[in-house]
């Protein structure tokens, strides 16, 4: 497709259930991001991969979340043991390995996850 | 520490008014670049303008203008002519590192427009 595809768009799940979020970017990018954003806030970084690099995990807020990319195409984010406080949109983005103003960053629609 | 500061929570502006929407930066890395994306209430985000650490000039998009004053480390977005339409959250973003080495992109907190007619 021409942009950042993500799945589902909507999430309900029971606080304990794990959940995996999927990100498909656009053709070609290599760099690829993912952010929370709970309701009335900014955007928290969670986690970046670019290229075969080693991903920058720092933004990840506990053991329970984890991504993985394969090769420079899909991205999943799994959050187990949902807790409440994990309710929120989780943002993908991705970005061409260039510099300049040509690194401009595309964002996905988002998955809302509500955890009950 | 805060990489990215928005002190406006919310501003008002008339229609076919210009506001400026006001962003602050720390970074040590003299290679940066400065974005700002604007989130509707649909949710989606759709990115504005762009401005690198060495650019000579400040960037122009249409009616979205940056005021970059690199000593006072702020990065400003004008918007011209304001229209009902641009009613929305603005976010300022800023990502360090070579210009050929890409890096996580840090969010202000958002800064939300009402346009008034």
């Known amino acids: 497709g021409a942009g950042v595809s993500q799945s589902p768009s909507n999430k309900v799940t029971e606080k304990g259930k794990d959940v995996e979020l999927r990100c498909d970017p656009i053709s070609g990018h290599t760099a690829l991001y993912w952010y929370r954003q709970r309701l009335g806030q900014g955007l928290e970084f969670l986690i970046y991969?670019?290229?075969?690099?080693?991903?920058?995990k720092s933004g990840l807020p506990s053991d329970r979340f984890s991504a993985e990319r394969t090769g420079e195409s899909v991205s999943t984010l799994t959050i187990q043991r949902t807790q409440q406080e994990d309710s929120a949109v989780y943002l993908c983005?991705?970005?061409?390995?260039?510099?300049?103003?040509?690194?401009?960053?595309?964002f996905g629609e988002g998955s809302w996850l509500t955890v009950v | 520490a805060q990489k990215i500061t928005q002190t406006q929570p919310g501003m008002f502006v008339q229609e076919k008014e210009a506001v400026t929407l006001d962003c602050t930066y720390d970074?040590?890395?003299?290679?940066?670049?400065l974005f700002w994306y604007k989130q509707p209430s649909s949710g989606e985000m759709i990115f504005l303008i762009y401005q690198g650490s060495y650019d000579q000039q400040n960037a122009t998009e249409g009616r979205y203008s940056l005021n970059f004053q690199k000593a006072r480390k702020s990065a400003n977005l004008v918007i011209s002519a304001s229209q009902l339409g641009d009613s929305a959250m603005y976010f300022c973003a800023m990502r360090e590192g070579r210009y050929n080495q890409g890096g996580k992109l840090i969010f202000g907190q958002g800064t939300e427009l009402s346009v008034k007619p």
């Open positions: 991969f670019q290229g075969n690099s080693a991903p920058d």
């Open positions: 970074t040590s890395d003299p290679s940066y670049g």
């Open positions: 983005a991705s970005s061409l390995y260039v510099g300049g103003s040509g690194n401009t960053i595309y």
